[in-house]
């Protein structure tokens, strides 16, 4: 390759450029989640005591960390129908093995993450090497791992250790765990997003074809998303343990499809290859508010499913307008 | 330039799709330090030959030596491990993806599986450099979905390039570029050559296969007939050898029809078509010429409202706003595509409803159907085109190729269309149904339709039309009347042979 000094490419595009490249989708995310929180603080200004934070905080980490999960699958071109699953399965296994003791919980940290990881890898073998479709695949695969997670814990109960318990109150300079444990959750991702595999999970799910022409690992690559998605949700499974204190084989119900809904929220194209998990864990929060909303506004339980869903579909409404047009 | 052991031998290679045989026996030869051009005919297999050394198509039966050592090719990746790179007119860029990233895609430089920016930056670097006089201004940062179709594709090449390839395909990787990109671009493939490697080089323009191959390799259905040096041989004698020794085509038309002008189109432009003009009469079947991908199919989409274009339609005079596919039939205007299974037929629906279904307004009394009708319509159609059937209920994917192509021709003949337009409408057929459906379209023009055909096979619209236009990058180039269209002249204005080679298109002008 010769050098030629002739009409030098500029790396760096000027700063204007990169910032009018910023996606508005990240934009209508960003409203969106300073009016969910605007709204949530006037409605329930207990919201911003210590207590407050901590618990609001604590409530959001399971769902945080499933959209992140989410996240990853979605870019990669794929669907986690059974992240949900995934978690109740994990945290009912750890709170077997655990069975309240302290000493256990080290045991009980690896085998949530492992029942994750296990379970990441059916969905992924199934999707990458089987070729189902991932909503068919993992809407199988979600009712196989409630059943496992059932036949582990038939009816909630059990205890978690103090230790875990007991950390997910605590502050640290005061500033709660809860809410140091989303920041961490939001830093993690930036050092895993400069993973080579990340990068060809974002490949294969903005296209494929190309991407397999690239000698991108595609297979490979949709196991990875999938595998990934459910360490994530095993360590949700855990935060969801240290939030009840007890473990619960039905807690997966909404957290699969909401964490989709805060995927979307949050700027990340269903169809692959576009978003952050950073913009998913926007939308995971203001998911959350929303109900918190909903809650505080003193709606009759009755019409709080109505009412919530008529917000998602306000948000993704919103977040779609400002989603690139697909070229034609 | 030395005399060096062929680099390249790929011999015997077979692949058939279904009924075609896109590859039989085929043979290619090329060495070190050369630019070999593949060139043939429509359908030769020019470019499945190149994907099978490419690794993206799988061959039924092959023998490739890279350097005289037998080697298995079953994947890109496979091929990349050999010194192959490939450069297609289709792209495998991710949109979303910046330059920097797409040029390394695949092969990301790194440590304990981190990305390293910089490392990239460093190795894109001169690719990006050496591409920037035909680039203009690109920034490394900026996603690919921003540049221009042809930057995209320079982008493509430089992928390649980062790969520094013993063995570098570029099949139609010029198509979409302006002429002084396509310099640089030549002017990059003639270092490579020069260090050696080897290029294999195919383009639907004849004149950038005279001016930058040493040897070209000659296809022709599936066959290689001549491996021979460019320099000093006359392109009457490659047209020659791409047509081969033809036997007479039965051309089965009579006098050229002198009906009114039914459809004029003019100035139509959108997608890949930059203008085109034309008059049909009632009763005249057209023929759409030239080398595939000419545009040939986007103009029938676009008459047929299924593409958004802009430019004046008019049917017997009267203005037409292609809008949608609905408002092309009520002007009608009926479109028989060639992918029978995802455009033209409901494969696991009953063949009386694939029949009626476009027809479905005219049958129904306030909006309900009527069975009786229905059925009348449909057995209607089944008789007059001898589509072999055994119920009206079974599935159209229980028929084959030839008979579920009929029923796609009798589902649009039921709307009764002024303008018929086919797109490659004996795709996959074997040979006695294609004689049938050739004997339907002259019997839908007999009876005063219009019908403008697009063929992948030459030798069809020397069958079939009463006049032929030869389309070339978007624009129609040439026009061939009545004995006028011979296979041989079909190809000659194809590639641009004789009075139109030198004349650059008015779009390439323009762009």
Known sequence: MTETKAAPTRERAPITARIAR???ASWATAALLVVAVVLAIALQPSLLSPYGIASTFATFLPLVLVAVAQAVVVIGGGLDLSAGAIVALSSVVAVQVMQGSDDRALLGFAVA???????????????????????????????????????????????????????????????????????????????????RIMRHIRA???????????????????????????????????????????????IGGDLALNSVAAVVIGGVALRGGIGSPIGAIAGAITLALASTILFAIGLPTSWRALASGLVVILALALSALGAPRRQR | MTETSPLVRLSGVRKRYGGVRALQGASLTAASGEVHGLLGPNGSGKSTLGKVLAGSVRPDAATIEIDGEPVRIGSPRAAARLGIAAVYQQLSLIPDLSVEDNLVLGQEPGRA?????????????????????????????????????????????????????RILLLDEATASLHRDQVAVVFEITRELRDAGACILFVSHRLDEITDLCDRATILRSGETVAATAVAGIEPDEIVRLMVGDVQAVERDHGARPTGPVRLAVRGLVGGALRGVDLEARAGEIVGLGGLQGQGQSELLLALFGATSSTGEVAIDGD???????????????????????????????????????????????????????????????????????????????SLSGGNAQKV????????????????????GVDVGAKAEIYR????????????????????????????????????????????????????????RIGEGAQRRSGAEEAA
Not at chain 1, 173 to 195: K, M, N, T, Y
Not at chain 1, 220 to 240: N, P, R, T
Not at chain 2, 344 to 358: F, K, M, S, V
Not at chain 2, 458 to 481: K, N, P, Q, S, Y
């Open chain 2, 113 to 165: 599986g981190f990305l390293s920016r910089r490392e990239a930056r460093r190795r894109a670097r001169p690719v990006l450099e050496r591409l920037a006089p035909a680039l203009g201004e690109v920034h490394a940062e900026q996603p690919v979905r921003e540049l221009a179709p042809g930057q995209q594709q320079l982008i493509e090449i430089g992928k390649a390039l980062l790969r520094q390839p």
């Open chain 2, 440 to 495: 339907i379209i002259r019997r839908l023009a007999d009876a005063g339709a219009t019908v403008i055909i697009n063929s992948s096979e030459d030798r069809e619209l020397v069958t079939v039309c009463d006049r032929v236009l030869v389309m070339f990058e978007g624009a129609i180039h040439a026009e061939l009347v009545g004995d006028e269209i011979t296979e041989e002249r079909l190809v000659q204005a194809a590639l």
């Open chain 1, 204 to 250: 294969t799910g903005g296209g494929p074809a190309a991407a397999f022409a690239s000698l991108v690992p595609v297979a490979g690559a949709q196991l990875a998303s999938y595998a990934f998605s459910g360490i994530v949700c095993g360590l949700a499974g855990l935060a969801v343990l240290g939030n009840a204190g007890s473990g619960d084989p039905f």
């Open chain 2, 319 to 397: 203005p037409v706003r292609l809008a949608s596919p609905r408002s092309a039939a009520a002007r009608g205007i009926a479109l028989v595509p060639g992918d029978r299974g995802s455009q033209g037929t409901l494969p696991p629906r009953p063949i009386q409803e694939n029949l009626t279904i476009t027809s479905l307004r005219a049958r129904s009394r306030a909006g309900l159907l009527s069975g009786a009708r229905e059925r009348a319509a449909a057995q209607s159609m089944v008789e007059a085109l001898a589509i072999k059937i055994g119920e009206l209920g079974d599935p159209v994917s």
């Open chain 1, 113 to 195: 993450i492992g029942t994750g990881l296990a379970c990441g890898l059916v969905n992924g073998l199934i999707v990458s090497r089987l070729r189902l479709q991932p909503l068919i695949a993992t809407f199988a695969t979600a009712s196989v791992f409630s059943g496992l997670a059932l036949l582990v814990l038939p009816t909630p109960g059990g205890t978690v250790p103090a230790v875990l318990t007991g950390t997910f109150r605590q502050a640290v300079a005061g500033v709660p765990v809860s809410v140091l444990l989303v920041v961490a959750v939001a830093l993690g991702w930036l050092v895993v997003r400069q993973l």
């Open chain 2, 408 to 427: 796609v021709f009798g589902k649009w003949l039921l709307t009764e269309p002024v303008v018929v337009l086919l797109d490659d409408p004996t795709k």
């Open chain 1, 22 to 24: 910023v996606r508005v």
